[in-house]
């Protein structure tokens, strides 16, 4: 049912706490397409959830919070890397997105912060289909209303019962609506800042 009200998002007339649940749902749960929800969200509201999912994270859902940091840029990264050498100190045994986060703060690649959050993804397809069509990666990263639309297309398929392109509404999101996150990013980066 979610990737159905995923799909229909922008005739969405939730209230304040149903669109928190399914942003919880889709982020913390099943690992599912969110950011959209989460741009309804006041950046209170946003830096919440980081915060929660950085102090108790778990693996798949934990890259969600890891794709969110990195497009805060620099301070982002730097913020989920330190709350996690807090909790995890030493040099151990650290869980893998650990050390994805890790590296992503050693590259210190600040030039394409989109691309730096599509890299974290385990599926580096260069293409995406919908169905009925192909597209090209460069095609969708360079019309985020085409990776929007597409986006649609494939919840609606996911609704219908294919399981397969799960990972490409993940990339997809990214596409569409990591400018929109950027320029809420100096918010929810000053919430964060005041929680920790």
Request: proline share 5%.
């Amino acid at each position: 049912m979610y990737y159905w009200i995923y799909a229909n998002r922008y005739s969405l007339s939730a209230d304040a706490r149903n669109l928190e649940l399914l942003d919880k749902h889709g982020m913390f749960e099943i690992y599912a397409p969110f950011i959209y929800l989460l741009l309804q969200l006041p950046s209170a509201k946003v830096a919440e959830f980081m915060f929660q999912m950085a102090n108790n994270p778990k693996a798949p859902h934990v890259n969600n919070l890891i794709r969110l940091a990195v497009l805060l840029g620099k301070e982002g990264k730097e913020w989920l890397f330190s709350v996690w050498k807090k909790k995890m100190p030493g040099k151990g045994q650290h869980p893998g997105f650990y050390w994805k986060l890790k590296a992503i703060v050693d590259r210190a690649d600040e030039s394409n912060l989109k691309l730096t959050a599509l890299r974290t993804l385990a599926n580096p397809n260069k293409e995406v289909e919908d169905g009925d069509e192909h597209y090209e990666v460069g095609e969708l990263i360079a019309s985020p209303t085409l990776a929007d639309s597409v986006l649609t297309s494939l919840c609606l398929k996911i609704f219908s019962g294919v399981k397969e392109p799960k990972s490409d509404c993940l990339r997809l999101e990214i596409m569409a609506y990591d400018d929109a996150f950027l320029r809420k990013g100096p918010a929810i980066m000053k919430k964060i800042k005041a929680m920790t």
